[in-house]
């Protein structure tokens, strides 16, 4: 079985200063791990993906994350702020689960405000 | 390039009417397509997945069904709507293996008056 969490549902920054969303996961299998973003009434898109190559991932428009495995984490950072980049982001991690090859499991989400 | 297509953006809808959601994916040849339900504060629920043409897989018992009649099109319907079928659903698509990630539409919100 595998599990993600998201420590934090909603997280509140200053523009211009950095942005930490933390995620924890649990799986029997090698993962792979995804962050995505949801702007309010759109689908996901996709920040960034770990596929056991290098741990430190970078994506889209600044952010990166970093695969801890002996910390069981993927946390996404980016080093400043902007007012675009308020959204809720998700944490992904990918697995055999229960005999199925296609099965993703999401965490709740977690909710980013940038202020002014 | 891939793009995929979900209709329509929002809907409202009397309880005991019927629905029919459709989602479209172009650019790509035999898609994994996927249904999900997204609820405040509850993340993504995974309601169906298909792997091909007419095979459909069923993650949670529910009042909705999915079907597959083509190889780009994946449908989410209802024969008859309840009021915890409100939510936004979201399709998505993806190719090859699990390590692949999703491509999301941009979503339905339901109301289910």
């Known amino acids: 079985a595998q599990s993600v969490t998201q420590l934090d549902s909603h997280v509140s920054v200053s523009e211009g200063t950095p942005?930490?969303?933390?995620?924890?996961?649990?799986?029997s299998y090698s993962?792979?791990?995804?962050?995505?973003?949801?702007?309010?009434?759109?689908?996901?898109?996709?920040?960034?993906?770990?596929?056991?190559?290098?741990?430190?991932?970078?994506?889209?428009?600044?952010?990166?994350?970093?695969?801890?495995?002996?910390?069981?984490s993927f946390h996404l950072?980016?080093?400043?702020?902007?007012?675009s980049d308020a959204a809720e982001y998700f944490c992904v991690v990918s697995g055999n689960s229960g005999g199925s090859n296609y099965k993703l499991t999401f965490g709740k989400g977690t909710l980013l405000t940038v202020n002014p | 390039?891939?793009?995929?297509?979900?209709?329509?953006?929002?809907?409202?809808?009397?309880?005991?009417?019927?629905?029919?959601?459709?989602?479209?994916?172009?650019?790509?040849?035999?898609?994994?397509?996927?249904?999900y339900r997204q609820a405040a504060g509850r993340g993504l629920q995974l309601l169906f997945y298909s792997v091909g043409i007419g095979q459909i897989s069923s993650e949670v018992p529910q009042n909705l069904s999915a079907s597959r009649p083509q190889d780009r099109q994946f449908?989410?319907?209802?024969?008859?709507?309840?009021?915890?079928?409100?939510?936004?659903?979201?399709?998505?698509?993806?190719?090859?293996?699990?390590?692949?990630?999703l491509h999301f539409g941009n979503g339905t919100r339901l109301t289910v008056t």
Request: aromatic share 10%; glycine share 6%; proline share 7%.
């Open chain 1, 19 to 27: 942005v930490l969303l933390r995620c924890n996961y649990s799986s």
């Open chain 1, 77 to 83: 950072t980016k080093p400043s702020a902007h007012m």
């Open chain 1, 31 to 72: 993962p792979s791990l995804f962050w995505y973003v949801q702007h309010p009434n759109k689908g996901l898109q996709l920040l960034l993906k770990y596929t056991s190559a290098a741990t430190l991932v970078k994506g889209i428009n600044g952010f990166e994350a970093e695969f801890k495995k002996s910390e069981t």
């Open chain 2, 1 to 35: 390039s891939q793009t995929i297509h979900q209709w329509p953006a929002t809907l409202v809808q009397p309880v005991g009417s019927p629905l029919s959601l459709e989602c479209t994916v172009e650019g790509t040849s035999n898609p994994n397509l996927y249904w």
């Open chain 2, 75 to 101: 449908i989410l319907s209802s024969k008859k709507l309840l009021l915890s079928d409100s939510g936004f659903y979201l399709c998505a698509w993806s190719v090859g293996t699990l390590n692949s990630p």
